[in-house]
């Protein structure tokens, strides 16, 4: 069963507001979590990630926030713009990095 | 949900020698599979595509013939990279296609360390 998950497969959000992509996972031993952005024919870029010790990290226009006991964390992109139109994927690891997690990805379309 | 496995999750060899990485769709037909390649804590490097039954699409800068890539059936694609190399030590994460749109499928990952 998968670990990491994305339950949403599409997003649409106008140009300006909120982006808000949602990830949950079941494994309460991952304490690492990232968040890739891709493009059609490209690989997954990495874009922000948090540390199990927080709960909150910022990077720009970009804010990631992990709920521990619910074990979800969600990505907000405020505000959003055309160019943020890609599949998102979350992704967990341990501490060692032995292995990722992959959710299976959103598709957000920032409509201008 | 979908689940994809990599065999092995982990490898050491020594320089010289060939790996083959295993990547396997478990419950659903996976005409295309990814190969990407990753450093700790950054981008994953998209380095081929593989489509069942037809030759792999390589990124431009990998060797297609240092990184062997086999698609031979709808839930199994292998990478095998030959006469492996120190440089070549890294984490090498496949994917497979889902049938809604731009989903995949990511496996664990395997780690490959070359002395």
């Known amino acids: 069963d998968q670990q990491v998950k994305q339950n949403s497969p599409s997003l649409s959000v106008q140009e300006g507001r909120i982006s808000i992509l949602n990830c949950d996972y079941t494994n309460s031993m991952f304490d690492y979590f990232l968040w890739y952005k891709k493009y059609p024919a490209e690989g997954p870029t990495f874009l922000i990630s948090i540390s199990s010790i927080k709960d909150k990290n910022e990077d720009g226009r970009f804010t990631v926030f992990l709920n521990k006991s619910a074990k979800h964390l969600s990505l907000h992109i405020v505000p959003s713009q055309p160019g943020d139109s890609a599949v998102y994927f979350c992704a967990a690891s341990r501490e060692n990095f032995n292995k990722f997690y992959f959710g299976s990805g959103t598709k957000l379309n920032v409509k201008p | 949900g979908a689940v994809v496995s990599q065999h092995p999750s982990w490898v050491i060899c020594k320089s010289g020698t060939s790996v083959k990485i295993e990547c396997r769709s478990l419950d659903f037909q996976a005409t295309t599979m990814f190969w990407y390649r990753q450093f700790p804590k950054q981008s994953l490097m998209l380095m081929a595509t593989?489509?069942?039954?037809?030759?792999?699409?390589?990124e431009q800068g990998v060797e297609k013939d240092k990184f062997l890539i086999n698609h031979a059936s709808l839930t199994l694609s292998t990478l095998t990279v030959t006469s492996a190399h120190p440089e070549d030590s890294s984490f090498y994460i496949c994917s497979a296609a889902g049938t809604v749109a731009d989903t995949q499928y990511f496996g664990p990952g395997t780690r490959l360390t070359v002395l």
């Open positions: 593989s489509n069942e039954g037809s030759k792999a699409t390589y």
